[in-house]
């Protein structure tokens, strides 16, 4: 395995496009040609994919010739990749497309190949849809990926944020909500899943219990490891 201290020079890299179909070949070159540099040709096939998605993606909901900037960073030991756009109202969604749909599997794709690590940030009049890709790249002895990268917690904060905007128009200009609105905002969220549970005819205390132990296993595993 790579050690993350052994390349340097993996600086952010960004382009500014115009969303259009002519533009997807130039931009997965550029994206082979850049991580290449970096050392990770191990994350060149997943990264043009996403790439490939999340520029359709804004072609088919924003629309065509949307102004669009794309960027792409380490963080910690994943490649995160992010497309911005200025429309905060069309929100990507992962969708299960039956065998023969024409639609509806670019996110799927992306969920996929990036093992569900991705999730949107919205802005005042923008947001930018993100992912995070895995290299071989390991950190030094004793250390570890913030917490706030790691896969679950990562997503939440996507999750959170969009709940967000739509129960109450909470937003910042970072696109993350600040600990203690977001404390209420997940607390709001769980008491919906609890009515949405009982509505069911599920146990929502039983749900509630097996939550907690789920958690404290993997806790306990991510702990020991």
């Given at each position: 395995?790579?050690?993350?201290?052994?390349?340097?020079?993996?600086?952010?890299?960004?382009?500014?496009?115009?969303?259009?179909?002519?533009?997807?070949?130039?931009?997965?070159?550029?994206?082979?040609?850049?991580?290449?540099?970096?050392?990770?040709?191990?994350?060149?096939?997943?990264?043009?994919?996403?790439?490939?998605?999340?520029?359709?993606?804004?072609?088919?909901?924003?629309?065509?010739?949307?102004?669009?900037?794309?960027?792409?960073?380490?963080?910690?030991?994943?490649?995160?990749?992010?497309?911005?756009?200025?429309?905060?109202?069309?929100?990507?969604?992962?969708?299960?497309?039956?065998?023969?749909?024409?639609?509806?599997?670019?996110?799927?794709?992306?969920?996929?190949?990036?093992?569900?690590?991705?999730?949107?940030?919205?802005?005042?009049?923008?947001?930018?849809?993100?992912?995070?890709?895995?290299?071989?790249?390991?950190?030094?002895?004793?250390?570890?990926?913030?917490?706030?990268?790691?896969?679950?917690?990562?997503?939440?904060?996507?999750?959170?944020?969009?709940?967000?905007?739509?129960?109450s128009g909470l937003t910042s200009r970072s696109g993350r909500l600040g600990v203690a609105v977001?404390?209420?905002?997940?607390?709001?969220?769980?008491?919906?899943?609890?009515?949405?549970?009982?509505?069911?005819?599920?146990?929502?205390?039983?749900?509630?219990?097996?939550?907690?132990?789920?958690?404290?296993a993997e806790a306990e595993a991510e702990a020991g490891s």
């Amino acid at each position: 395995m790579i050690n993350a201290s052994e390349f340097g020079g993996r600086d952010p890299w960004g382009r500014s496009f115009a969303a259009e179909p002519s533009e997807v070949a130039g931009l997965r070159r550029a994206v082979r040609i850049k991580l290449t540099l970096w050392g990770l040709p191990e994350a060149v096939e997943a990264a043009q994919t996403c790439v490939t998605e999340l520029t359709s993606n804004v072609i088919k909901h924003v629309g065509l010739g949307t102004p669009v900037t794309l960027t792409i960073s380490m963080a910690g030991t994943f490649v995160r990749i992010e497309m911005l756009d200025p429309d905060a109202r069309a929100l990507p969604t992962l969708l299960a497309p039956g065998r023969d749909a024409e639609s509806g599997r670019g996110m799927a794709l992306v969920d996929a190949v990036t093992e569900h690590r991705w999730g949107v940030v919205l802005r005042e009049a923008s947001k930018v849809v993100w992912c995070e890709l895995a290299t071989d790249l390991r950190l030094p002895a004793g250390q570890d990926d913030p917490p706030l990268e790691r896969p679950r917690v990562a997503r939440v904060e996507g999750h959170l944020a969009l709940y967000g905007a739509e129960r109450s128009g909470l937003t910042s200009r970072s696109g993350r909500l600040g600990v203690a609105v977001a404390e209420e905002v997940a607390i709001d969220l769980i008491a919906d899943l609890l009515h949405w549970l009982q509505a069911h005819g599920c146990d929502p205390d039983e749900a509630l219990d097996r939550a907690q132990m789920h958690f404290e296993a993997e806790a306990e595993a991510e702990a020991g490891s």
